[in-house]
């Protein structure tokens, strides 16, 4: 539970070896040590890698075995997190899939996993840990989505349908438990230099993931349901989304 001064005390990362996700632990964290993290990710070199980092600046960090498109698995990790003690104050849902596009729309198990896991997977762990945090009555969960759903592309539609998808549950998961106490943040970042992002050619606008951290932490602190990063990405995608599609599919896009 936050302390008496509303700094943050408990973060649960689903997704744990996420870029954005580490990057907000920190800003999150503000330099106060004994902020109780768990990170729930595959187990491996990433993160032990994300532990280490984060115990170097005085987290106490849990790691919890963690697959996505393992519902068992996902029931698992949530329910390890909350009962571990005391509230959660916050709860990122920060795993996801970029895929490879072209396979993505040819190869129908190449496009279902990326289905399980950025939107079955998703659902999933919303509606579970919704389930908690309005039973104790307060709480954050940030959406990571993406501004690819806000009209996808042709060169990453199969991405964008699931973060469509994704983006559109959690919005209206904020809308539905709002009464309870609990804040729901939709993160849409644009191009973000990350692992995932490795060898793409970055993109107009493109941030950093502490660019990205800063703009979430100020849309949790000003009660946001909804963030664009950079802010600018909003008019960008609001122009694209008026444009007749007879024009926007000929677009280098």
Not at 5 to 23: M, P
Not at 172 to 178: C, F, K, M, Q, R
Not at 194 to 223: R, W, Y
Request: proline letters at 4%; glycine letters at 10%.
């Amino acid at each position: 539970m936050k302390d008496a001064i509303g700094n943050v005390q408990r973060i649960v990362v689903l997704g744990g070896t996420s870029d954005i996700a580490l990057a907000t632990l920190v800003k999150l964290a503000k330099g106060r040590r004994g902020v109780q993290v768990t990170l729930a990710a595959r187990p491996g070199e990433r993160r032990l890698g994300a532990a280490a980092s984060l115990e170097a600046l005085g987290m106490q960090v849990t790691e919890v075995d963690f697959e996505a498109a393992d519902r068992a698995s996902c029931d698992h990790a949530i329910a390890s997190a909350f009962d571990a003690g005391g509230d959660v104050d916050i709860v990122m849902v920060a795993f996801g899939l970029l895929g490879d596009q072209k396979r993505a729309w040819q190869d129908v198990d190449a496009a279902l996993e990326l289905v399980q896991v950025n939107y079955v997977a998703a659902v999933a762990c919303g509606v579970m840990v919704a389930k908690r945090m309005r039973a104790q009555g307060h709480g954050a969960i940030i959406a990571m989505s993406s501004v690819a759903g806000e009209r996808p592309r042709k060169s990453n539609f199969v991405y964008g349908s699931t973060k469509a998808g994704m983006d559109a549950f959690y919005t209206g998961l904020g809308d539905a438990i709002a009464a309870d106490g609990v804040q729901v943040l939709v993160v849409r970042p644009g191009f973000v230099r990350t692992k995932m992002t490795a060898g793409l050619a970055a993109a107009p606008l493109s941030q950093t993931p502490e660019q990205v951290a800063e703009v979430i932490v100020a849309g949790l602190v000003s009660g946001r349901q909804t963030v664009w990063a950079p802010p600018t990405m909003r008019w960008v995608m609001s122009g694209l989304r008026h444009l007749p599609r007879s024009v926007f599919k000929r677009l280098p896009v």
